[in-house]
């Protein structure tokens, strides 16, 4: 398979650890809060040692979400032409989807908090068994990709 030429945005390892890092911050308050209710009623020890496994697991999954999003921006690639809509992605596990442009329904694109301070985009594109979405564009070029697929995809503008 050939490479594909597309990236996402340099800038989305920081917002996607920022996102992770508010995540992992209120996921550690609600362990706080269960330590202390396991303190306050005194909890049978079996309790204890799941808030403990719950902790660890936790630890792990926050030393993962600083270096996943590297590893993501790496392996994220796309590239559109008249035919079809390639993605590939993947850490673990590579994907790679092949999307015909005759077979798409609609593209949009969205924005959070995070993406919109990072001047980012993402976009969904929808067939009618499926669904992909490529996580962080610079806006304009999600703006100009969406309208390219949609031009390609010969679908007809709808306000959002």
Do not use: C
Not at 65 to 88: A, G, K, M
Not at 143 to 158: F, G, N, P, T, Y
Request: hydrophobic share 50%; net charge neutral.
């Amino acid at each position: 398979m050939n490479e594909l030429e597309h990236r996402l945005s340099s800038k989305f390892p920081k917002a996607r650890i920022i996102s992770e890092t508010i995540s992992n911050i209120i996921g550690f308050i609600v362990l706080a809060v269960l330590f202390w209710l396991g303190y306050y009623f005194d909890w049978p020890a079996w309790a204890n040692w799941i808030l403990i496994g719950l902790l660890l697991i936790a630890v792990v999954g926050t030393i993962w979400s600083f270096i996943e999003p590297h590893y993501l921006y790496r392996s994220w690639r796309y590239q559109i032409d008249i035919e079809y809509l390639q993605l590939r992605y993947g850490v673990l596990t590579k994907e790679w989807v092949t999307v015909p442009m005759s077979k798409i329904q609609s593209v949009s694109t969205s924005q959070g908090p995070i993406m919109r301070a990072y001047q980012m985009r993402s976009i969904k594109v929808e067939t009618m068994g499926s669904s992909h979405v490529i996580p962080a564009l610079e806006e304009q070029v999600a703006l100009e990709l969406r309208a390219r697929i949609a031009e390609l995809a010969k679908l007809k503008e709808v306000d959002e």
